[in-house]
Structure formats: structure tokens, C-alpha cells
């Protein structure tokens, strides 16, 4: 099926655009970009189809990377019912964001260079995607992590854009640092990184003691990774600041694809999370909460990018309490239905913030639905998708997991719908904040031009339908089928909780728009609490970095860093500057003395061939 071409286009895109995008015309740089992907798109579907069923999954093997003794990792490619999934998601809505950004970043310099990186993450989400071992997955996944770093701190002369695109980066390495442990632990239990030789042993292991705590320790340690990825707590903190990057990248990288690796890596290691009870509690636990702590900080923010910010990260924490309550297959249609709505989200903010030459503070906007009315009703759609709202796509995926959280724990259900009320408020919230009212802002708004609103009605009509497209039925082949509870009565809750919610932001956003101001007031504290994101980006500051940047400037640091690190550094610059000096004076522009200097070095080069077979 020559599966390695899916990623070798976009990276084709990447080297082309790379090389020759800066001196090109936009039309090429477009063509290139959006063509490479639109290829792997077409290249998805088309092994596909060829692939029919997908009953067993279909691996191609390269060639070997590592083998000693009976290990052996080799650069294996690999389609499966997840990775299909996985692929027409990732190249699929990657294409329409691609489409999209050709408009938004229409007049911003770096032209190429954006598009370079935006082709280079698709080549390593493909890659993560189509890996056949522990080891090609995780080459993406810090791919990823690379490109996303490049595209958040694109701006590279703002100093928060780069702040925002080191914390990511630093915050992911921590994630990272606890797979590479569990990847260690994982050769050291069964010999081997392959998925299918992972978990054919993992299933004729039976759980016994060592097993069981084997198996514990590598699903834990691969849920610290997931938590940096993936941006649950307590690692959540690099995505609302990685909305300093382009909307676009919002939309890709923080809302459709890359923030959801974290959760296909634990859908795909699902074997060994069955052989593990109590790490799948603790997923369930940290999703839950982060669900309903990301929730609480989006009830309160005026920047309408950080309203969606924290809502992906809440609705990431959906995903891990439906991997963690076992429905693995509703988790991943939940990936799928939320890559709908929430690029469609983020690239209406985009558009939004297009039309208000850059504002972002929802408190100066207001009255947009008769400005830009394609924005304003294409953003309806996906707020209605993502409160839950029958027929819409996300009542579909978010009430599978809620029901499968009953089954694990009804408690946790209970706390899903309040989470599910809150969602539904601060989505309508912004919408109202945005679209209703008289017009609070210093701009003159105007309607974006057809490349952004294609892509969104595009999104529109797949957050609204995207329901029915029978992702749980093709996946339950390939995850184990739970017993799911099939009550109405949890499903009209969840419902209504999502109807309460939005009748309450109608009522304070749209009736009764002093009433706000009323609430902060008397809940002021409260409300400081949740608008300043309980300040954990400052306890993390106080207590983690500002020690180590103290560390690092005094004792014995300073002195291996000064007196060592730099005199070692000092002392080859110094030599390498003499060496130039002299190499500058054989420099003389004389075309007579270069040639001298190639006949010299010619018959130095004779001589001491001659010598070396002389001496055989």
C-alpha cells in the first residue's frame, strides 16, 4: 500500500516551501503547502478503501533500526481500525485548516515559513499516527513537540510568543521523560517496542503480582506522557499560553490533532490498561478533574481564544475519563467530534478576530452577528455541537462517556453533567459576548474573505452531522465492547444540564446584561480565584522556577558554568578566531594565488597517495 508516502508528502512540502517559499510567489507557496497535504488526504483514503474491513491490521516492514539478540525495532508502518480513524481526522481537517490559513495569514510576514512548519508537523503527526512500535510513534511525538514549539513562538519578536513556545516545550519534556521510562520498561517486560508483540504478551501474561505491577508502572508512566501531551493536570499549563501563536495553529495543533496524541497513545496501549485497574482509575481520576478544573477557569475569561483554550483542555479531560471507564471507543469518537467543533471554534475566533483587526477581549466586541453573519452562525454551530445539544455531533460522543462513567462510578457521571453545564455557559457566553448587544469595539468590523469562510461552513456541517458517522460501530471491532448503560433518563440530564447551561448564559448575556457586573461583585473573591487561573502558573514560578533559575547562579553552578562551560567555550572561540586570522591572510582575492594554492594542495595530495601504497 506504500504507506510511507502519507507522511512523505507533507514533508515534500516542507523541504520545497523550506528552500524555495521565500522567494516565490504566495501562489506557490499555497500550492505546495496545501497540495502535499490534500495528496496524503487522497493517498488515506485511497488505501483505505483498498484495505476494505481492516479485520487485522496491515503493517509494512522497512527496515531495522535496533536488533540485539531477540530485540528487534525496526521502521514499521502500520493501519489499523484506530489509525484509520487517527488518519482521516489528521490529514482530513488538516487540509480544510491549511485552506483556511492561506486567508488569515494572508498578510503577515514569514509567509513560507509558516507553511514549511505547518507541512512539517503533518509529516510527524502521521508519522506518530502510522508508527508500528513504540519507538516510530514516539519520533513523532517528539516531532510534534518541535513543530509545535516553531508554530506557537511563530512571532518571534513578541516576547510572550516566545515565553509561550518555551513553556510548551519545557513542560513536554517532563511528559516525555516518563514515556521514554515506560518505553525503557516496556523492552525490559516483553523484549520489544512492537505494538503487536507488546500486547500478545501483555495478553498471554494473564495478571498475576509482578505482572499486574509491571504492567501498573508502564501504564502510569505512559499517562505522564499523555498528561504533557494531551495538557491535563497537573502539565496543562503550556496550552492556554500556546494561543500566542497563529489561530490557525490553534486550531491544528491545540484543538484537532496534536493535543489528542496523548489520548490515541493510551487508546492504543488499551491492552495493557486492562491489565492495569488501578492505572485505569487514576486516568479516569485526572481526566475527571481536569474536565472540571479547566471548566471553572473558562466560566471567567475575556480573551476569546483562552475561553477555547480552556474548554480543549476540559474536553480533553472528557477523553481520559472515557479511556479511563474503559469506553475507549467512545473516547476516540469523542476525539473525532471535538476536532469538528473545535477547529471550527478556533478558526471562528480567527475570523472574528480578523474582522476586529486583531481584538481578542470579547468585553470590546458585541452586536457582530449582522457585521460578519457567516462567522456568527457557523460559531452557533459548533457551540451547539459542543454542549451537547440532539442531533448535534458532540450530544453523541460526550454522552457516550457519560454514560460509561456511570457504569465505572456513578459519582463520576454526576460530575460530568455539572462539567457538561458549564461548558454549555461559557461557549454561549462567548458567543453571546461576541455576536449579541450593541458593538463595544474601536474597529470597523468586516466579513472575511471566502478562503476562511469555506473551511468554516465546511466544519459547520460536519459539527452538526458528524454524529452520525459510525465511528463507535467500526471501533468496537477493535476495542473490547463494554457493557454500556443504555438509560434516557442519564441521557436527558446530560441534556438538560446542556440546556440549563445555555439558558443561563442567554439570561445574564443577552436579557439581562447588567446582571454580570452584579455577580462579580458579590462574588469577588470567587470570581478572582477563577479569572486568575488559581494562580497556579505563579505557585509553579514561585516554586519551581524562580529556585532553579537561583540554583543556577550561585555555588557550585555558577562555578561549572562560568568557570568551566564558559572558559572551555572562551578558549575554542579564541583558537578558532586566531585559526581564522590566519586562514583570512591565504584570502587575497588573487585568482594566480588560488590556483597556486589548488596545484600545491593537488600535488601534496599525489605525494602522500604515492606513500600510502608505497607503503603496501
Known amino acids: 500500500m506504500l504507506l510511507w508516502l502519507i507522511p512523505i508528502f507533507p514533508l515534500a512540502g516542507f523541504v520545497i516551501n523550506g528552500i524555495f517559499g521565500r522567494s516565490r510567489s504566495k501562489?506557490?507557496?499555497?500550492?505546495v503547502a496545501i497540495g502535499s497535504v490534500l495528496l496524503s488526504f487522497a493517498w488515506v483514503v485511497k488505501t483505505l478503501l483498498a484495505l476494505g474491513e481492516l479485520e487485522t491490521a496491515h503493517i509494512e516492514r522497512y527496515f531495522t533500526w535496533i536488533e540485539s539478540g531477540e530485540l528487534r525495532i525496526g521502521m514499521d508502518l502500520a493501519v489499523d481500525r484506530l489509525t484509520a480513524v487517527m488518519l482521516l481526522v489528521v490529514t482530513g481537517i488538516g487540509s480544510i485548516i491549511h485552506v483556511y490559513a492561506t486567508g488569515y495569514m494572508a498578510h503577515e510576514d514569514g509567509y513560507y515559513r509558516f507553511f514549511s512548519y505547518m507541512n512539517l508537523f503533518m509529516f510527524f503527526m502521521l508519522v506518530l499516527v502510522l508508527g508500528g512500535n513504540y519507538l516510530i510513534l514516539f519520533v513523532g511525538w517528539e516531532g510534534v513537540g518541535l513543530c509545535s514549539y516553531l508554530l506557537i513562538g511563530f512571532y518571534y519578536l513578541r516576547k510572550s510568543a516566545t515565553n509561550a513556545g518555551n513553556k510548551a516545550f519545557i513542560v513536554n519534556r517532563i511528559g516525555d521523560f516518563g514515556f521514554s521510562l515506560a518505553m525503557f520498561l516496556i523492552v525490559i517486560s516483553f523484549n520489544s517496542l512492537d505494538f503487536g508483540t507488546v500486547f500478545s504478551q501483555v495478553n498471554r501474561s494473564g495478571v498475576n503480582g509482578t505482572s499486574e505491577a509491571a504492567m501498573t508502572t508502564i501504564a502510569l508512566l505512559l499517562?505522564?506522557?499523555?498528561?504533557?501531551?494531551?495538557?491535563?493536570?497537573?502539565?496543562?499549563?503550556?496550552?492556554?499560553?500556546?494561543?500566542?501563536?497563529?489561530?490557525?495553529?490553534?486550531?491544528?495543533?491545540?484543538?484537532?490533532?496534536?493535543?489528542?496524541?496523548?489520548?490515541?497513545?493510551?487508546a492504543r496501549s488499551w491492552p495493557i490498561y486492562m491489565h492495569a485497574p488501578g492505572a485505569m482509575n487514576v486516568v479516569a481520576l485526572i481526566g475527571l478533574f481536569t474536565a472540571v478544573f479547566a471548566a471553572t477557569i473558562g466560566l471567567a475569561q475575556n480573551d476569546i481564544k483562552k475561553v477555547f483554550a480552556y474548554s480543549t483542555v476540559s474536553q480533553l479531560g472528557y477523553m481520559f475519563l472515557g479511556l479511563g471507564s474503559g469506553a475507549f471507543s467512545a473516547s476516540i469518537f469523542h476525539l473525532m467530534t471535538h476536532a469538528f467543533f473545535k477547529a471550527l471554534l478556533f478558526l471562528g475566533a480567527g475570523s472574528v478576530i480578523h474582522a476586529c483587526s486583531g481584538e481578542q477581549d470579547m468585553r470590546h466586541m458585541g452586536g457582530l452577528r449582522t457585521k460578519i453573519p457567516w462567522t456568527c452562525w457557523t460559531i452557533f454551530c459548533a457551540a451547539i455541537a459542543i454542549a451537547g445539544i440532539p442531533p448535534f455531533s458532540g450530544f453523541h460522543s460526550k454522552d457516550a462517556i457519560l454514560l460509561a462513567a456511570h457504569h465505572h462510578a456513578p459519582w463520576m457521571y454526576w460530575v460530568g453533567v455539572v462539567t457538561a453545564a458549564m461548558t454549555a455557559?461559557?461557549?454561549?457566553?462567548?458567543?453571546?459576548?461576541?455576536f449579541f448587544g450593541s458593538y463595544r469595539g474601536h474597529h470597523h468590523p468586516h466579513e472575511s474573505p471566502a478562503s476562511m469562510i469555506g473551511p468554516l461552513v465546511v466544519l459547520a456541517l460536519l459539527s452538526l452531522g458528524g454524529g452520525y458517522i459510525a465511528i463507535p460501530h467500526f471501533l468496537d471491532k477493535f476495542f473490547p465492547i463494554m457493557e454500556e448503560a443504555h438509560d434516557a433518563t442519564l441521557v436527558a440530564i446530560s441534556v438538560a444540564a446542556g440546556a440549563l447551561g445555555i439558558g443561563f448564559a442567554a439570561l445574564l448575556y443577552v436579557f439581562k446584561p447588567g446582571l454580570p457586573d452584579s455577580i462579580v461583585a458579590s462574588l469577588r473573591s470567587l470570581h478572582s480565584l477563577v479569572y486568575n487561573k488559581y494562580w497556579v502558573d505563579e505557585i509553579y514560578d514561585l516554586l519551581v522556577v524562580k529556585p532553579l533559575v537561583g540554583i543556577s547562579r550561585v555555588g557550585l553552578w555558577r562555578i561549572a558554568d562560568a568557570g568551566i562551560?564558559?572558559?572551555?567555550?572562551?578558549?575554542?572561540?579564541?583558537?578558532?578566531?586566531?585559526?581564522?586570522?590566519?586562514?583570512?591572510?591565504?584570502q587575497s582575492g588573487n585568482i594566480r594565488s588560488y590556483a597556486t594554492w589548488v596545484?600545491?594542495?593537488?600535488?601534496?595530495?599525489i605525494v602522500a597517495m604515492g606513500l600510502v601504497g608505497g607503503s603496501r
Open 565 to 586: 562551560i564558559d572558559g572551555i567555550a572562551n578558549g575554542v572561540g579564541g583558537r578558532a578566531q586566531g585559526i581564522g586570522r590566519a586562514l583570512r591572510l591565504i
Open 27 to 31: 501562489a506557490f507557496v499555497n500550492t
Open 599 to 605: 596545484v600545491a594542495g593537488s600535488i601534496a595530495m
Open 425 to 434: 455557559f461559557y461557549v454561549f457566553r462567548a458567543f453571546f459576548m461576541t
Open 223 to 266: 499517562m505522564v506522557g499523555a498528561c504533557g501531551k494531551s495538557a491535563q493536570f497537573p502539565l496543562y499549563v503550556w496550552l492556554p499560553d500556546a494561543m500566542e501563536g497563529p489561530t490557525p495553529v490553534s486550531a491544528l495543533i491545540h484543538a484537532a490533532t496534536m493535543v489528542t496524541a496523548g489520548v490515541y497513545m493510551v
